[in-house]
């Protein structure tokens, strides 16, 4: 009798854990959302409509899509530039500057908001001399993209750098020998071989941004209307007891979500490709 290979399962085993993983995720991640777009339903369309159309939920959209357009390119512009130096040069520092790209995911976002009130509020250490200016930072738009930027500055590096590194330099090195410019060698060699991890990681970057809530929360104010994004939009109509607005509002979160899962199926499916194509 041949032995079974201890990574082989019987049909059963695989079944059950098969449904045992389906039925988990149903649980845990379904069943939420479902019930997020159900209660935001609940009293009809018209409902709906109205509690995401209202002046306060479209100023917190609004401020919701002007972070993310204003943190994401910045996000961009410093994931691309610190992959291109950690991976493409060698210098001193190297480690620690990985580790500082790492530093947003093992700080509690409400930490890092509170350092920029230490930092910016009125008894911080720039609060006299910003007030003294009229130059508002916590409680004010600056605060609020401080903030996001900081909880979503390593998606877009931490996508490039393993990326890039496994590319190694002889592209560019091949390029520059031809007589390239640095900036050629970036936008006809560098750039086409990252798009899809580029893409990737923006994709991931935005949509953290748009949810972020407990930095935000921090150095916003709560303030209706001016400094609300939506996350905390949510939290002030759920407090209020409008569940169904609260819900409404959430939803748009929730349906960004969806989104933001199908273009990272898409961007992966093109990124393995491409990967693919550069292993032959």
């Known amino acids: 009798m041949r032995r079974r290979s201890p ?15 389906l039925a988990y995720v149903a649980l845990i991640l379904l069943l939420p959302l479902g019930a997020v777009f159900a ?24 401020l919701t899509l002007l972070v993310a357009t204003i943190s994401v390119p910045l996000n961009v512009v410093f994931g691309i530039a610190a992959a291109w130096a950690i991976t493409k040069h060698e210098f001193r520092g190297k480690a620690f500057l990985i580790t ?12 890092s908001g509170l350092i920029y009130v230490l930092l910016f509020g009125a008894q911080g250490w720039f609060g006299p001399f910003l007030q003294d200016r009229g130059i508002e930072i916590v409680f004010a ?10 909880v ?11 990326l890039m ?45 748009m949810g972020e809530f407990g930095a935000v929360s921090v150095v916003s104010g709560h303030i209706r209307g001016e400094t609300n994004t939506m996350p905390l939009h949510v939290e ?26 199908a273009l990272k ?16």
């Open 39 to 62: 209660e935001g339903f609940r009293d009809g369309a018209a409902a709906f409509f109205a509690a995401i159309t209202e002046q306060d939920a479209r100023s917190a959209i609004e």
């Open 236 to 261: 002030v109509l759920y407090n209020e007891y409008n569940f169904v607005a609260a819900f409404a509002v959430a939803s748009l979160l929730a349906l960004l979500a969806l989104v933001t899962l």
């Open 165 to 209: 590194a496994s590319q190694g330099k002889a592209a560019e090195e091949a390029a520059l020998s031809l007589g390239a410019t640095g900036w050629q060698t970036f936008v006809h060699v560098t750039l086409p071989n990252i798009r899809w991890g580029l893409l990737y990681g923006v994709l991931l970057c935005n949509a953290r941004a």
């Open 141 to 150: 738009l600056p605060g609020i993209i401080l903030a996001t930027v900081f």
């Open 7 to 21: 990574t082989q399962e019987s049909g059963l085993a695989r079944y059950t854990l098969i449904l045992a993983a």
């Open 100 to 111: 500082l790209i790492d530093l947003p995911f093992s700080v509690s976002p409400v930490v």
């Open 152 to 162: 979503t500055f390593p998606f877009v590096a931490r996508e490039l750098i393993p």
């Open 265 to 280: 199926t898409f961007l992966e499916w093109r990124h393995r490709d491409a990967i693919a194509a550069l292993g032959h």
